[in-house]
């Protein structure tokens, strides 16, 4: 009868495979994820030395349930992460600009209303006999406005 690996070992390769796949980038997932299956799936091997025993073979196909499960838990949990980064990203893109529109409101518009006043035309310039010189520039601003 062959010793197997007690299950503080299956359980430490499951947790580092689960960190693996959840927190790494990746290309680094996929190397950690495929080296610590493949010394998980091959950890019975190692205490039997031998793939011919129906209980070697068996382990190893649970090995490779708990393997599969483990790591589609752990990409299910980071395609939640990324859609969560995603959404408080668009949201705080959208509050932005909300604040910016809000503010543009607020300001732009009383200060576009001091610049050009409704009606004016450059009545003080031409008591000076200089009319002709701030029609550019009124016209600049009433274009910008």
Known sequence: MADFPGPGEIAILL?????????C????A????????????FTPVRYSHSLKDGGTLGSMV?????????AGLAAYLCS?????TAAVSENRREQCL???????D???HPVTGILIPPGHDGKRNRVRGRRNEARPYHCRLVFCG
């Open 15 to 23: 947790s580092l495979l689960f960190i693996a796949v959840w927190h």
């Open 25 to 28: 980038r990746p290309l680094w």
């Open 30 to 41: 996929v190397v950690c994820g495929t080296l610590n299956g493949v010394a998980l799936l």
């Open 62 to 70: 649970g090995g490779l349930v708990f393997i599969g499960l483990v």
């Open 80 to 84: 939640l992460d990324y859609r969560r």
């Open 98 to 104: 909300a604040i910016a529109a809000d503010l543009h």
């Open 106 to 108: 607020f300001v732009a």
